[in-house]
């Protein structure tokens, strides 16, 4: 069975700083997929950032980064140059060979200006 | 393009009675998800279907929950008789066939049940 931690529940963070939400993972599977989605008070889920699992490099867009360990089921978020609009519910997710999401628990991630 | 619609966004209803919720996928996907997030949580897999058939409703509970996607277009889920405990929002995610592809949500609907 595929689970996400992610031990984090509440993080908070200057506007214009880094932070960074860490995840971890346990799956068998070799090959999956792992992303982070925002969910913002409106609700809807949005993608921030993917990454495949047979990929090396991390993810960047913009101003977030990934920091993906495989050997050690870890996958975190940086967020740089914190903004306002960054404040939201952070989910890490793992999308099975099957098609499968599984998202952690969430981390409540509020920017204060 | 269009994203995924739900609706209604806001429900409530006494406990005992039945309730419905409608998806409409982004055109195209042939994968369709339903997730239930209880607040405070994260969503919770309830159903996933790929066209009409269904891959997977291990976490549905089927004494009360039912869902259905004729034509493997839009989706119904279904609450009868609901519990407190179902005071929830549900989301509705679709994805294209591939299984490297990212899900789109909905804005879900918020459910109360009193």
């Known amino acids: 069975a595929q689970t996400v931690t992610q031990s984090q529940p509440e993080m908070s963070v200057q506007e214009a700083e880094t932070v960074t939400l860490s995840c971890t993972y346990d799956t068998s599977e070799n090959n999956y997929y792992l992303f982070w989605y925002k969910q913002p008070p409106s609700r809807q889920m949005i993608l921030v950032i993917r990454?495949?699992?047979?990929?090396?490099q991390n993810a960047t867009e913009n101003r977030f980064s990934v920091n993906f360990q495989k050997a050690a089921k870890s996958f975190s978020l940086k967020i740089s140059d914190s903004q306002l609009g960054d404040t939201a519910m952070y989910f890490c997710a793992f999308l099975t060979s099957g098609n499968q999401f599984y998202f952690g628990t969430g981390t409540s991630l509020t920017v204060i200006p | 393009e269009a994203g995924v619609a739900q609706s209604p966004r806001y429900k409530i209803i006494e406990k005992r009675q039945s309730v419905a919720f409608w998806c409409n996928p982004i055109?195209?996907?042939?994968?369709l998800y339903w997730y239930q997030q209880i607040l405070g949580q994260g969503p919770k897999l309830l159903i996933q279907?790929?066209?009409?058939?269904?891959?997977?409703d291990s976490q549905l509970p089927k004494d009360r929950f039912s869902a259905e996607r004729l034509k493997g277009v839009d989706s119904t889920l279904k609450i009868q008789p609901a519990k407190l405990e179902d005071s929830a929002v549900y989301l509705c995610a679709s994805s294209l066939t591939r299984a490297n592809t990212e899900a789109f949500f909905g804005q879900g609907t918020r459910l109360t049940v009193v």
């Open positions: 990454q495949e699992a047979y990929k090396q």
């Open positions: 055109s195209g996907h042939a994968t």
């Open positions: 279907f790929q066209n009409n058939g269904v891959v997977d």
